[in-house]
């Protein structure tokens, strides 16, 4: 077999599946090193969410807002 790229990037689920309590990490590792897979630790709690929100903070002279709003 010959490796010619890894993607090492992470799935977008993988952040969900871990707070549902999925430990995909270490499960992962155990099969790498040829040790047995746990799949009671794949399992999941039904019911989970996750939120993202970025909220994006500047800082800055309050003239700068003040012109802005006159433009709106």
Do not use: C
């Not at 077999?1 to 155990?30: C, H, K, P, W, Y």
């Not at 799949?39 to 970025?54: E, I, M, N, Q, S």
Request: glycine share 6%.
């Amino acid at each position: 077999m010959l490796i010619t790229e890894l993607n090492m990037r992470v799935a977008g689920a993988f952040a969900l599946s871990e707070a549902a309590g999925a430990d995909l990490i270490a499960q992962t590792v155990n099969r790498l090193f040829g040790r047995p897979v746990d799949h009671d630790w794949l399992a999941y709690r039904p019911g989970v969410f996750l939120t993202k929100y970025t909220e994006t903070l500047t800082s800055g002279d309050a003239s700068a807002i003040t012109a802005l709003r006159e433009q709106l």
